[in-house]
T-cell receptor, first 113, second 115 residues
Framework: DQQVKQNSPSLSVQEGRISILNCDYT??????FLWYKKYPAEGPTFLIS?????DKNEDGRFTVFLNKSAKHLSLHIVPSQPGDSAVYFC????????????FGTGTRLKVLA | DAGITQSPRHKVTETGTPVTLRCHQT?????MYWYRQDPGHGLRLIHY???????DKGEVSDGYSVSRSKTEDFLLTLESATSSQTSVYFC??????????????FGEGSWLTVV
C-alpha cells in the first residue's frame, strides 16, 4: 500500500519555464511534507518543506503547495535551470506519531537547455 | 552538510553471507533511519531508531535487523544476504524541536551487490 505516490516517473521542461512536480498521499495523519532532490551517486538533499498548517511555502525558485482536502502537494520550480535536472522525491511524516518519513517513488526531471 | 558517515560505501558479497552496514553521525540527533533505494520503488524505509536501543520496523524490514547501542551509531545487518537485497542503502538522521524543524538528512549511500 503506497501511502505516498508520485505518479509521473519523468518530466521534461525547457530551461526558463516552470517545472511542476506532483505528489499524492493517502494517510490523513501526515502533517509534515518535504521535497528532496537527488543526483546520481549522491544522497538525497533537502529542498523545501511544509507543515499542514500552511498551504504554501516559498524558498527562492522553489514553492511547495499543499491541498489538504485533496491530499495533494506540488513543487514548483521557476525558472527551471539545467542544474535542476535530478530525481525529486516527496516525503511525508506524522509528527504526532512515530516520526517515520515515507517517501514517494520519485520523478526524474530533465531541464532542456 | 550533515555529519553522517556510512561504511562501507561499496561492497560486493556472496549470497548467504552476513553483511553489516554502519552509519555514524556527529550531530547527536535522536532519530536515525535506514532506507533502500531501488528503481521503481523510490526510497523505502527499512528500520528506524528513536533512541539508544529503541528501534522499530519500517516498510521493508524482512531480512534485516538493526542495532543502536550508542546515539551516534546505527547498524544495519543482513543476516544472510540475498540477491533481492542488492540495492543502495541510505542512512538518515533527524531531530525534533530544533530550528531546522523536522527535516531528515541523508548520508551519501552504501552500494551493496549480492552475487
Amino acid at each position: 500500500d503506497q501511502q505516498v505516490k508520485q505518479n509521473s516517473p519523468s518530466l521534461s521542461v525547457q530551461e526558463g519555464r516552470i517545472s511542476i512536480l506532483n505528489c499524492d498521499y493517502t494517510n490523513s495523519m501526515f502533517d509534515y511534507f518535504l521535497w528532496y532532490k537527488k543526483y546520481p551517486a549522491e544522497g538525497p538533499t533537502f529542498l523545501i518543506s511544509i507543515s499542514s498548517i500552511k498551504d504554501k511555502n516559498e524558498d527562492g525558485r522553489f514553492t511547495v503547495f499543499l491541498n489538504k482536502s485533496a491530499k495533494h502537494l506540488s513543487l514548483h520550480i521557476v525558472p527551471s535551470q539545467p542544474g535542476d535536472s535530478a530525481v525529486y522525491f516527496c516525503a511525508a511524516s506524522a509528527t504526532s506519531g512515530t516520526y517515520k518519513y515515507i517517501f514517494g517513488t520519485g520523478t526524474r526531471l530533465k531541464v532542456l537547455a | 552538510d550533515a555529519g553522517i558517515t556510512q561504511s562501507p560505501r561499496h561492497k560486493v558479497t556472496e549470497t548467504g553471507t552476513p553483511v553489516t552496514l554502519r552509519c555514524h553521525q556527529t550531530e547527536n540527533h535522536r532519530y536515525m533511519y535506514w532506507y533502500r533505494q531501488d528503481p521503481g520503488h523510490g526510497l523505502r524505509l527499512i528500520h528506524y531508531s528513536y533512541g539508544v536501543k529503541d528501534t522499530d520496523k519500517g516498510e521493508v524490514s524482512d531480512g534485516y535487523s538493526v542495532s543502536r547501542s550508542k546515539t551516534e551509531d546505527f547498524l544495519l545487518t543482513l543476516e544472510s544476504a540475498t540477491s533481492s537485497q542488492t540495492s543502495v542503502y541510505f542512512c538518515a538522521i533527524s531531530e525534533l524541536g530544533r530550528d531546522s524543524g523536522n527535516t531528515i538528512y541523508f548520508g551519501e549511500g552504501s552500494w551493496l551487490t549480492v552475487v
